[in-house]
């Protein structure tokens, strides 16, 4: 992809670098870096710890030249995204990542924003304003909630699934904006638990506001959609694809299905940064989009008779530890997709994809 | 309320010939009145209107630079959506003259920094701390933008590019490196550029009224490929748009036209006497279907079209109470349902973003007033206009041409800034 504009470096330089790289008395590790800054803050979203983490690399690495910083860049973020089962969402940040640097090798400006910076200019900037990103990024949720907050209206009953912070903290924005109208939250939540623990702590912050929260559980979705007369349902995604569907928490596309069934409006709160260039064709083409995961697995009772011999807490192992699965939503599913740059139709995604590889 | 409206029922030609010689705030007070009393109603009356009002605030208005008239303009303009907030096509024209006045000053902005260091510029120089101190444009912004942790919500609807995350310029904040519009614009110092930015928006705003008169005529130019010969159109309550298109149609096919009227009205078969007799002279067969038996009709009918009183961002529009009912059989038989509305009547809110889109009115053609037992005994509500779900409608015919609902998005960016999609709410 970079081939054509390559800036010819000097084949010595590359060498002592390369060697230095190595040599390093502690060689730098980007998936424990990752991890690190995963851990260091709740708040922090998956694409933008990818990127933070890609810039720590960018401070340490001594790489002298555009190009070969570039390859370096990319060999990481590859080494990141082989160690994690679901790597699609650190593409969204890796790749945002390396096209705003070869943007900048090409001389390229992004659309609306700065002038063209050369690459020393970029490197500079991104190292120095790496917190900044994590701030932005924090914004852009804020944003998302503020407008997502209008479409929660007097009366409504809602549904939100999963522990999405963006979602969220989007109904805690709802339930402001009705007590600065009415005095008290004026409308009920219904927050589908889906066994992890990310979804408590929002329920208890919406209880606190005085909002009325019912928990279920995934089987009593579509009772619940008729028994409660859910108006909306919201929720949030791992990453958002190319063609304006979602790779998010497995049961997203269930939901999604059943409120299309019920003609109940489904709407995604997701960043802009959680768009990402992969294409899933069905729910059978995720692992060619890189994801790892074993949910189906056909067995016979002698296969599972020898598994069990072989280890007996297997079946508890591949369950209790396995990162969460995820499904595919289409786009037909979807009725607006709430990004910090305005409320979106899934159309609308591809129009953003191709602003970045242009 | 304007005393001069007194004595007499006024309507929208009224209005604008009391625009004359009338200070600003008079013909504002009487515009609102006249809302407020739906004296003006329906999404032309009420577009004319509007432009007409702010072509005065930015014609009698006192300002000296940019951020004045944007201001005066957008507090007129909330005025006017509370009036009546059901016509969302107020606010439409409102964000549009917003626009407009944004591109102008940053056109003329353009034309003065020419030569001179641009303002971006000095985004680029608090990169470098080595570099010399900005001059002359970088004393506006000195030293690294502060992050703003809690954005407005004016600013925070950013440009259109996944960029914005890793951009130099806080995303925030580009607009004010782009245009002059926000906070620390330099007044414009020469009278002359003001005067010549008041004429051009001026243009500007008569232009946006153009537009308005023209956008029937220019949407009934697509009527002939629309319609073949042979076609069954049915027509749910036709407006002038429609009725223009119908007739358009008439001068070069031949068609049938089933008149769709809602509610029984107390004329009966004899409402939309004049279209019938324009498409008959055109030897155009007219059926009136009366309310009610759209479905009896909808096998032999090509296709449905609908006036909109709105187009939401989503697709969904704002049309006659029924209209969903007519979209809903259309649906059932799978006949296409077009719309007919102007680009001016495109609204950048969604459907769950409108208020409450079911507005209820007079019912005394459902139920006499003379029919005492009965309006002493029950309430009869009906609906004036309702929300027709974006999956039932299938192409969009605006004066530029027919959409899918796919590239509604498209054409919005097109017509409004990001800034002043968020107006009334400001």
Redo the contacts between chains.
């Keep these: 992809m970079t081939t054509g504009d390559v800036t010819k470096p000097e084949p010595l330089a590359i060498r002592t670098a390369q060697a230095s790289a190595q040599d390093d008395s502690t060689p730098f590790d980007i998936v424990q870096e990752y991890r690190t800054i995963l851990a260091s803050d709740p708040e922090i979203s998956m694409p933008?710890a990818a990127?933070e983490a890609l810039i720590a690399l960018l401070g340490r690495t001594s790489a002298t030249t555009a190009m070969e910083t570039v390859s370096v860049i990319k060999t990481h973020a590859e080494l990141l995204q082989q160690a994690v089962s679901n790597p699609v969402p650190l593409k969204a940040g890796t790749d945002?990542?390396q096209?705003?640097l070869l943007?900048s090798l090409k001389g390229q400006a992004?659309?609306?924003?700065?002038?063209p910076?050369s690459f020393d200019?970029t490197r500079?900037?991104?190292l120095?304003n790496s917190q900044?990103?994590v701030?932005?990024?924090?914004?852009?949720r804020?944003?998302i909630a503020?407008k997502g907050a209008?479409?929660v209206?007097d009366g409504s009953v809602v549904l939100a699934a999963g522990g999405s912070r963006t979602v969220k903290t989007l109904l805690l924005r709802a339930a402001d904006r009705h007590v600065e109208r009415w005095g008290s939250p004026r409308f009920k939540v219904v927050y589908v638990m889906d066994g992890s623990r990310d979804s408590v702590p929002a329920v208890e912050a919406l209880r606190e506001r005085g909002v009325p929260v019912a928990e279920i559980e995934q089987s009593a979705v579509a009772f619940t959609l008729r028994a409660a007369r859910v108006d909306?349902a919201f929720v949030g995604t791992e990453v958002v694809v190319q063609n304006g569907g979602l790779l998010s928490r497995m049961g997203t596309f269930q939901l999604a299905t059943l409120c299309q069934a019920m003609?109940i409006?489904f709407?995604v709160a997701a960043e802009?940064?959680k768009?990402v260039r992969v294409y899933p064709l069905s729910q059978a083409d995720l692992p060619r989009c890189g994801v790892r995961q074993d949910v189906l697995e056909f067995k016979c009772a002698e296969q599972q008779k020898a598994e069990e011999e072989d280890s007996p807490d297997l079946f508890n192992r591949s369950f209790g530890q396995q990162a969460s699965p995820i499904d595919y939503t289409p786009p037909e599913f979807i009725?607006?997709i709430i990004t910090?740059?305005?409320?979106?139709?899934p159309?609308?995604v591809y129009?953003?994809?191709l602003?970045?590889y242009t | 309320m304007a005393p001069l409206l007194a004595g007499y029922a006024p309507n929208l030609e009224k209005f604008l010939k009391t625009l004359k010689g009338q200070s600003l705030e008079a013909s504002t007070e009487g515009l609102i009145a006249l809302l407020k009393r739906r004296q003006i109603r329906g999404a032309e009356a009420c577009a004319f209107a509007t432009a007409r009002v702010l072509l005065q605030v930015v014609a009698k208005s006192k300002w000296t630079d940019v951020d004045q008239l944007l201001a005066n303009v957008q507090k007129v303009g909330a005025r006017l959506t509370h009036a009546a907030p059901r016509e969302l096509v107020i606010g439409n024209i409102v964000r549009r003259v917003l626009g407009l006045i944004r591109d102008e000053a940053s056109e003329e902005r353009n034309a003065d920094n020419e030569g001179s260091l641009?303002d971006?510029?000095s985004?680029?120089q608090t990169?470098?701390p080595s570099a010399a101190t900005a001059t002359s444009s970088g004393s506006q912004r000195p030293g690294p933008n502060p992050?703003?942790?809690?954005?407005t919500?004016a600013a925070?609807?950013?440009?259109?590019?996944?960029?914005?995350?890793?951009?130099?310029?806080?995303?925030?904040e580009?607009f004010t490196?782009?245009s002059p519009v926000t906070g620390s614009s330099t007044p414009i110092q020469q009278n002359s550029s003001a005067t010549a930015l008041k004429s051009e928006v001026i243009d500007g705003i008569e232009e946006i009224m153009d537009e308005l008169s023209q956008a029937d005529d220019q949407i009934a130019g697509f009527a002939d490929v629309q319609i073949h010969p042979g076609d069954h159109i049915l027509a749910y309550q036709p407006t002038a748009t429609v009725e223009k298109f119908l007739v358009r149609a008439a001068s070069k096919r031949h068609f049938t036209a089933l008149i769709a009227s809602g509610t029984p009205s107390p004329k009966g078969p004899e409402a939309y006497a004049s279209l019938k007799k324009k498409l008959a002279a055109a030897g155009v067969r007219t059926v009136h279907v009366m309310s009610g038996s759209y479905a009896a009709y909808l096998p032999k009918v090509s296709k449905v079209i609908l006036p909109a009183h709105a187009v939401l961002?989503?697709?969904a529009i704002i049309a006659d109470g029924g209209a969903a009912c007519v979209a809903r059989a259309a649906r059932e038989y799978s006949k296409p349902v077009i719309v007919l509305s102007g680009v001016y009547k495109l609204c950048p809110e969604?459907s769950?973003?409108v208020?409450d889109p079911i507005e209820l009115g007079d019912s005394s053609a459902y139920v006499p007033f003379t029919d005492g037992p009965l309006v002493d005994g029950v309430d009869v509500e009906s609906a004036v206009s309702e929300l027709v779900?974006a999956d039932l409608v299938d192409m969009y015919i605006t004066n530029l041409g027919p959409h899918t609902?796919?590239h509604?998005?498209?054409i919005l960016a097109d017509h409004y800034k990001?800034e002043d999609?968020d107006f009334p709410?400001q």
Excluded: C, W
């Design positions: 933008v990127i945002l990542f096209q705003y943007r992004a659309a609306g924003s700065a002038p910076l200019e500079q900037h991104l120095r900044r990103f701030t932005r990024a924090k914004a852009a804020e944003t503020y209008a479409y209206k909306m003609k409006p709407y802009s940064h768009i009725s607006s910090e740059q305005g409320v979106k139709m159309a609308a129009d953003l994809i602003d970045l | 641009m971006s510029v985004d680029l990169l470098q992050i703003k942790p809690t954005l919500p925070s609807f950013v440009s259109k590019s996944l960029f914005n995350l890793l951009s130099v310029v806080d995303p925030a580009s490196t782009g961002a989503n697709g969604n769950s973003e208020e779900p609902r796919d509604l998005d498209d990001v999609i709410l």
